[in-house]
């Protein structure tokens, strides 16, 4: 079984930019789809996006677009989370998420493994 830890928050100020990083252990991604998720203060946890190592492809949400990517490094072990133009809005625990199907989903139910969460304060 994969193991993920997710690193990389911080206090940030807003218009600024994060770089988040889902690291795995215990194995590296194969064909496994990983997503983003966030969850705010007083809030749902709510998926942002994510990545499929079975063909590389990426998916966001639509509100997200343009200022939010994913991206891989080349030992499959690290999936990473940019998040550009920040605003306070965006503070919230994050969380990436794991599963040997390669799909990607919004919908947290979709994966198995799960990292612990890392912090993202944007102040204003």
């Known amino acids: 079984d994969v193991q993920l830890q997710a690193s990389g928050g911080g206090l940030v100020q807003a218009g600024g930019s994060l770089r988040l990083s889902c690291t795995a252990s215990?194995?590296?991604?194969?064909?496994?789809?990983v997503g983003w998720f966030r969850q705010a203060p007083g809030k749902e946890r709510v998926g942002l996006g994510g990545l499929s190592f079975y063909d590389g492809s990426t998916y966001f949400a639509p509100s997200l677009k343009g200022r939010f990517t994913v991206s891989a490094d080349n030992d499959r072990n690290t999936v990473f989370l940019q998040m550009n133009s920040l605003t306070p809005e965006d503070t919230a625990v994050y969380y990436c998420?794991?599963?040997?199907?390669?799909?990607?989903?919004?919908?947290?139910?979709?994966?198995?493994?799960w990292g612990q969460g890392t912090l993202v304060t944007v102040s204003s």
């Open positions: 215990g194995s590296t991604f194969d064909q496994h789809g």
């Open positions: 998420a794991a599963d040997v199907r390669p799909a990607i989903s919004l919908k947290d139910g979709t994966y198995n493994y």
